[in-house]
């Protein structure tokens, strides 16, 4: 689980990243800093990207759990609502890519 965990570390990053530079409404030069700390967590969440979709089709139902807890764990976007909506698209998609792999064939 270790290359979804990375992936979803540089997503909930750029999340929080765009979340901090919207709360006053306009993206500018300043919210660059902001966006640095994502943008270097981008080449370990990219390097193993051919790994996940064999990872999420692995995923027991504690390891589900357990991603869904580190994401809301890590999530740290200002608006409330969002981070809600947030974390209930992840639960579909993960359920949704856990239902889609249930059907392909095995070996």
Sequence with gaps: MKELKEAVSFGVALGNALGKSLEDGKVDYADLLTLWEPITK????FDGASKIIA?????????????VQFIKGEFDIPQDEI???VEAALNIVLGVMKFVSSFKKKG
């Excluded at 981008?42 to 969440?45: F, Q, V």
């Excluded at 995923?59 to 991603?67: K, Y």
């Design 42 to 45: 981008a080449p370990d969440a």
């Design 55 to 67: 990872e999420v089709e692995g995923l027991t139902q504690e390891q589900t759990e357990e991603l």
């Design 83 to 85: 981070e809600i909506k």
